[in-house]
């Protein structure tokens, strides 16, 4: 079996000027947030009817057969995303800095949301690009926590870039019943939950690697990483699903449970080889279901790469194929 080669993340070095706000966003106890615009303000929002562009398939599980059927129904589009019959308020993108914001039912188009204060949470949002490159839809910065972003879709247009859809470089954030297709990266974080989200067709620019899950190391300071109950798929033929990589840190600390998971280069990195010098520890993997509908073996190459069933504390149990429910071996 080919061995996938290693990736290192590209920061990039400057910070994105985000233009405008929605002019009334409240908090949750009904303040107005301190939300900091940039260039000149919006007129009268107006309303919008929530759309949704083509994506993938929703997927379904496989009628039973061999030795064991899949009867779990994963998170789709269906499942996910902005609800049906919410009205979407057209927004600029905005830096927040008041704790405890609610951003609730916009429409951002061509900007993000930078976030630089703990206890945020975004609501019935959608997010895309229409013109220009966006480096993500929604960012937590170092040093805050707390981010919950629910009910929410983040997709790019497929001509211009849209690097990641969520990023977390602070400590706990939460992601619940999110969509996220057509970016680079969807979820790029190593602390938080990502839960009940559907997650799928990566849109491949030269020269980039895409993840639908990236960690770059395990949780700091007691946090934890969980990624649970989601539908992750990578149509493209490089990097993963699920990618726990030890570029900065080791991976420690991370349970993957009850996903339905199939794509990229291999579908899911697990931390690292102790012979290759790597120190995992305290990766548990469990319940997850691995799909053939991208590739015959799940990734390009295969299901896993880089998961170490002998490091302290590691866990590979009921991970199987969803044809037929066969066990997927940890390596």
């Known amino acids: 079996m080919k061995r996938p080669t290693r990736r290192t993340l590209r920061f990039v070095p400057w910070r994105l000027l985000l233009f405008g706000v929605l002019p009334t966003l409240l908090l949750a106890g009904g303040a107005v947030a301190a939300i900091r615009p940039w260039g000149t303000a919006l007129p009268p929002a107006e309303t919008v009817p929530p759309t949704t562009p083509p994506v993938a398939a929703a997927p379904t599980p496989p009628s039973p057969s061999g030795v064991g059927p899949v009867p779990r129904v994963f998170p789709n589009a269906d499942s996910t995303g902005v609800p049906d019959g919410v009205t979407l308020h057209p927004s600029r993108g905005m830096v927040v800095e008041e704790d405890g914001t609610v951003l609730e039912n916009l429409l951002i188009v061509d900007g993000s949301i930078d976030i630089y204060a703990n206890n945020v949470v975004v609501r019935n949002v959608r997010i895309t690009n229409e013109r220009r490159e966006v480096l993500w839809g929604i960012l937590q910065r170092e040093g805050y926590s707390g981010l919950v972003v629910e ?5 790019g247009n497929g001509v211009h870039q849209f690097a990641t859809g969520i990023a977390n470089h602070g400590g706990m954030a939460t992601i619940r019943r999110v969509e996220i297709h057509t970016v680079t990266d969807g979820v790029v974080m190593s602390s938080g939950i990502l839960e009940d989200s559907y997650l799928h067709s990566p849109k491949y620019f030269p020269d980039d690697h895409t993840d639908m899950v990236q960690a770059n190391g395990g949780p700091e300071g007691g946090l934890e990483l969980v990624i649970r109950n989601n539908t992750i798929i990578n149509t493209e033929d490089q990097t993963g699903a699920v990618s726990l990589f030890d570029n900065f840190r080791p991976v420690r600390n991370v349970r993957v449970e009850g996903n339905l998971l199939a794509g990229g280069g291999y579908t899911f990195y ?51 194929w969803e044809d037929d429910g066969k066990p997927v071996p940890p390596a």
């Open 151 to 155: 009910d929410s879709e983040i997709f």
């Open 270 to 320: 697990g931390g690292g080889y102790l012979a290759d010098g790597a120190t995992p520890a305290n990766i548990v993997v469990v319940n997850n279901v691995f799909s053939r509908r991208v590739f015959p073996d799940s990734g390009y190459y295969g299901p896993v790469a880089y998961f170490d069933p002998d490091a302290p504390g590691n866990v590979w149990e009921g991970n199987v």
